[in-house]
């Protein structure tokens, strides 16, 4: 059974918290990325993603100079680089993520996500089990709280 460490993309594009949030969105527009980890040094403290800017950012009416601590989501779910790619799927599915950061001793390794999974023709099952699994509970959701 292959583990996440097989798939998951290495070359991940961080930020740090020295950062302001129009940094962060000039960093997404130059790389056409939606999700940046916050790190220090190697350890993730945070992820930030686009709708992280536009919700607590900019709809907050925070300038550009706004520090990533104003929108930077602390609470996050990140996995370990020897599960099963199975177990990350599931794990998407169950929490409604497309993204999980690969942490070992705290440290950020990569990231995984629906893309991933998608890329690799063994496991689109799995993929498209945990994307409908997500979108179903996007659609069930009312406007208000998406």
């Not at 993309?9 to 940046?36: C, P, R, W, Y």
């Not at 199975?86 to 893309?115: C, F, H, W, Y």
């Not at 993929?127 to 699994?133: I, K, N, P, Q, T």
């Amino acid at each position: 059974m292959k583990k996440v460490r097989e798939i998951m993309s290495k070359d991940v594009v961080t930020a740090t918290t020295q950062d302001n949030i129009f940094e962060l969105a000039t960093i997404m527009k130059n790389h056409d990325i939606g999700f940046v980890p916050v790190v220090e040094g190697e350890k993730l403290i945070g992820v930030v993603t686009d709708r992280d800017l536009v919700i607590r950012g900019y709809a907050a009416k925070h300038s550009g100079s706004t520090a990533v601590s104003e929108v930077i989501t602390t609470d996050i779910r990140s996995i370990q680089p020897d599960i099963s790619v199975d177990e990350a799927a599931k794990i998407m599915a169950t929490s409604q993520i497309r993204r999980l950061p690969v942490v070992e001793n705290g440290n950020l390794l990569g990231i995984v996500s629906i893309g991933d999974l998608a890329v690799r023709e063994i496991f689109v099952n799995e993929a498209g089990e945990a994307l409908s699994s997500i979108s179903e509970q996007q659609h069930r959701e009312p406007a208000s709280i998406r």
